[in-house]
């Protein structure tokens, strides 16, 4: 059973420039998150998202970033002009969110942002 | 969600059982406790949670005091493998925002 898969593993921008991150939650999951981790810091929760439908972004910066969970296809993190603040691991998360009982988050090897 | 207390660091015998504890005194009846760990900059594994009882699978025992303030790790028989940072989450069901602490380095040695 393959897990969340995320791509690409590592990523090259220059300032300016955007950024596409991708994540597949893992089968039979319609549940995805996204955190942030800073280096030398925790994970920092961003947004979470069902098929078509963003639940809660209070974790995403208010400008240049936004994400998506199309009907078909992975979630999308974008972040648009990428500046050197943005390098980070961006790591992606879903779950079956099962009603009434407690929903793990299963996490994937995550996407390394470089921004020169 | 509670707050969390870890050590920061702990060394264990490879072999030697790992007992990693956490501290949650704030902790409400319909919190769960969590554990997840991050090896090198690697994705969070999820390796256990629990509610009132103690909890085992293949990978660690959860054990939970009886008033719920705290709670242990227990790794059995550490290998160099689990070296990582071990995180302890208190999160009640509905929420989906887990809050990553510090969390504990654990240093697993020969």
């Known amino acids: 059973n393959a897990g969340v898969m995320q791509n690409p593993r590592h990523l090259v921008r220059r300032r300016g420039q955007e950024a596409r991150l991708r994540c597949s939650p893992m089968?039979?999951?319609?549940?995805v998150y996204w955190y942030r981790q800073l280096p030398e810091e925790g994970l920092k929760f961003m947004v979470y998202?069902?098929?078509?439908?963003?639940?809660?972004e209070s974790g995403m910066p208010k400008e240049r970033f936004s994400a998506e969970f199309p009907k078909e296809g992975p979630s999308i993190l974008r972040i648009q002009q990428v500046v050197r603040g943005d390098s980070a691991a961006y790591f992606c998360?879903?779950?079956?969110?099962?009603?009434?009982?407690?929903?793990?988050?299963?996490f994937g090897p995550g996407t390394r942002l470089t921004v020169l | 969600d509670a707050k969390t207390t870890q050590p920061p660091s702990m060394d264990c015998a490879e072999g030697r059982a790992a007992n990693l504890p956490c501290n949650h005194s704030?902790?409400?009846?319909?919190?769960?406790v969590y554990w997840y760990r991050q090896i090198h900059s690697q994705g969070p594994q999820y390796i256990i949670h629990?509610?009132?009882n103690n909890e085992t699978n293949e990978m660690a025992s959860l054990i939970i005091t009886e008033d719920r303030k705290s709670s242990t790790l227990i790794l059995p028989h550490a290998t160099l493998r689990d070296t990582a940072v071990y995180y302890c989450?208190?999160?009640?069901?509905?929420?989906?925002?887990?809050?990553f602490g510090k969390g504990t380095k654990l240093s697993v040695i020969p």
């Open positions: 998360a879903s779950s079956p969110r099962s009603s009434g009982q407690t929903d793990t988050q299963y």
């Open positions: 089968k039979g999951h319609s549940h």
């Open positions: 998202l069902q098929k078509e439908n963003i639940i809660d």
């Open positions: 704030t902790i409400s009846g319909n919190e769960y």
């Open positions: 629990g509610l009132k």
């Open positions: 989450i208190v999160t009640w069901a509905g929420s989906y925002q887990l809050t």
